[in-house]
């Protein structure tokens, strides 16, 4: 790959505002361009509910936090027009040397677009016309898993992308401590939630897969996650406690660094886990774990023999690739991990 040679920038803008897998995926990038670019000024854009994960980041000397919620509210559509042409000015006035659009769709383009960068780099794949905002395309591909695709806007720069690390411990010591109900007791995290149906595994099975675990287990998640939470304890035998819609993103960081390993659909918790080298056995459907599975060799993918998935779909009536997987199919698994 030919590198772009560039003078170490004063001030940086990187643009990745969602979500919390793909921010999780961002760190290792983050973690060589500040590496490469010590004395440099980094600033981030974030969507205001993943604030949390990178809020107080000791490699980020300023976020900025876009509330999404609030800006697509039609009753507010006044304020939000002027709150994004605020914004878009403020951001201007930075005189950023150098922005990196790792999200790649229209909006993250026009804010790129806004800082009047000179140099302005996202993917040559970049989605919704983004990619001609920018002043240079990096070609990142599709069968490759995103913290790669990340990293390879690293190497055009010319950061050293040799040793690949996840600076997340800040959000640990940071974290609020949460009484667990069984203290020193090793336990075991469940994620029943998803951001698509699809990639829903049923919380009857997590239940009976809490039910024959040895370990005690915390369900965490949002607020959208507590019924299927309920049905989980209710069925794990009184092995189960849910912890859904009650921790913050440090929080959660900081409960998932003391499980003994980690049970999920594809979720965004499942790659802070992965990010700290907790064992994740991860449930896989209709998306495919090279692209968005948990990064590195601590984790196992348990998938069902169908030919349709991956899929990528959001809908489906015949979820073959997450019926046909098993409660005692994951339980041998992670048997086979442990005693293996």
Not at 50 to 59: A, K, N, R, W
Not at 189 to 208: E, L, M, Q, Y
Request: one cysteine or more; a positive charge.
């Amino acid at each position: 790959m030919q590198k772009l040679e560039i003078m170490p920038p004063k001030k940086i803008l990187i643009i990745k505002p969602s979500s919390l897998g793909d921010i999780i995926h961002s760190l290792p990038f983050l973690n060589v361009m500040r590496k490469h670019f010590p004395e440099s000024e980094i600033h981030w854009v974030v969507f205001k509910e993943f604030e949390g994960i990178i809020q107080g980041h000791p490699m980020i000397d300023r976020l900025w936090v876009i509330d999404k919620n609030s800006w697509l509210k039609i009753k507010m559509a006044g304020n939000a027009f002027r709150d994004i042409r605020f914004f878009l000015k403020a951001l201007k006035k930075e005189k950023y040397d150098l922005v990196i659009d790792l999200q790649g769709l229209l909006r993250s383009g026009i804010i790129a677009l806004s800082t009047n960068s000179p140099i302005r780099i996202g993917f040559q794949e970049a989605r919704e016309g983004s990619k001609y905002f920018y002043t240079h395309k990096v070609h990142g591909g599709k069968n490759i898993h995103a913290v790669d695709r990340y990293l390879k806007i690293a190497e055009f720069i010319g950061c050293n992308i040799s040793k690949i690390e996840f600076p997340l411990s800040y959000s640990i010591a940071n974290s609020t401590s949460i009484n667990l109900q069984f203290n020193h007791e090793d336990y075991v995290v469940i994620v029943p939630g998803a951001r698509w149906k699809t990639k829903i595994w049923s919380p009857r099975k997590f239940g009976v897969l809490a039910s024959l675990l040895p370990f005690r287990t915390v369900i965490v998640g949002t607020d959208k996650d507590a019924k299927a939470a309920e049905e989980i304890v209710k069925i794990s035998k009184g092995k189960a406690i849910n912890l859904t819609g009650k921790t913050t993103l440090k929080e959660l960081t900081g409960i998932i660094s003391r499980a003994k390993f980690l049970i999920t659909n594809d979720s965004g918790p499942m790659h802070i886990a992965a990010a700290l080298n907790i064992p994740v056995f991860a449930i896989f459907g209709p998306t495919d774990p090279v692209r968005t599975g948990p990064y590195g060799k601590n984790n196992t993918i348990i998938r069902a023999d169908v030919q349709c998935s991956p899929c990528f779909k959001k809908t489906c009536n015949d979820l073959r690739c997450m019926n046909n997987i098993k409660a005692e199919k994951v339980y041998a698994k992670i048997i086979e991990k442990f005693n293996g």
